[in-house]
């Protein structure tokens, strides 16, 4: 229990890859215990997916199975339980979904890891998440560039930027926006938390699934060094094995 409690939040009837790979993830970084939630509809297709320290729980689920409006109430009840809450991913395209991620990054308040299509949902408002305490973003560039562009940013983000402009641009950003980023350009993963930018050489070619596994490392390390957590976040991706 002193390791750490981690939440994993995501999964649909159609691809549940990310919080399955979120659970390997974390526990191979050395967390505690894990939660994962999904949705009811996906119940049978897992009833191989168990492990010591897995706890596994279902919400709500639309009838095309991805999480359903009436499902916030499961992710709040979990979300007292954990250190951290990760938003794994997978969650399909869905209304009543989006309006369970927006009502539940407003209500829960302490440390949240969103990563993959999860921060889609938050293009329309973007500043509920990037205004929002404990709250670290694992994405794209071409995710960010999204969220900066609705969020009105003055200074544009683009994938031609060479490393040094990339962390000035992400000492501003951080500046001005609360979140933590964790983006990956130029074969490299920046850190960036208040101002703080930090880089580690990450030289595979890991197209979407650096993401997932980035996240569940930060998630760990974390909630491991409350005190500490741009240190925690950049020392997350150094030594997260690689693929």
């Known amino acids: 229990m002193q390791a750490g409690k981690l939440l994993i939040i995501g999964g649909n009837a159609h691809g549940f890859s990310a919080p399955a790979t979120a659970y390997t993830e974390a526990e191979q970084a050395g967390i505690g215990t894990t939660r994962v939630l999904l949705p009811d509809h996906i119940r049978r297709q897992l009833l191989h997916f168990h492990?010591?320290?897995?706890?596994?729980?279902?919400?709500?689920?639309t009838p095309s199975g991805s999480f359903a409006s009436k499902a916030l109430a499961e992710m709040l009840d979990h979300a007292v339980w954990a250190d951290v809450v990760l938003l794994a991913g997978d969650l399909g395209r869905n209304s009543e979904t989006a309006i369970a991620m927006?009502?539940?990054?407003?209500?829960?308040?302490?440390k949240l890891v969103i990563t993959?299509?999860?921060?889609?949902?938050?293009?329309?408002?973007?500043?509920?998440?990037l205004n929002r305490e404990n709250t670290v973003l694992v994405l794209t560039v071409a995710q960010l560039q999204r969220l900066v562009t609705e969020a009105h940013f003055t200074q544009a983000i683009t994938f031609k930027m060479d490393m040094l402009h990339m962390v000035d641009w992400l000492h501003a950003f951080t500046q001005e926006f609360r979140c933590g980023i964790v983006v990956r350009h130029l074969d490299t993963i920046f850190v960036a938390l208040n101002g703080?930018?930090?880089?580690?050489?990450?030289?595979?070619?890991?197209?979407d699934s650096w993401r997932v596994a980035t996240a569940a490392h930060a998630s760990t390390w974390w909630c491991q060094n409350d005190s500490k957590?741009?240190?925690?976040?950049t020392m997350s991706v150094f030594t997260k094995p690689e693929e």
């Open 102 to 110: 927006e009502s539940f990054t407003k209500k829960y308040t302490r």
């Open 116 to 129: 993959k299509d999860a921060v889609d949902y938050f293009y329309a408002a973007p500043t509920a998440i």
């Open 229 to 233: 957590p741009f240190e925690a976040l």
């Open 51 to 61: 492990g010591a320290s897995l706890e596994l729980e279902y919400a709500p689920s």
């Open 196 to 207: 703080r930018v930090s880089s580690t050489h990450s030289p595979q070619d890991l197209e």
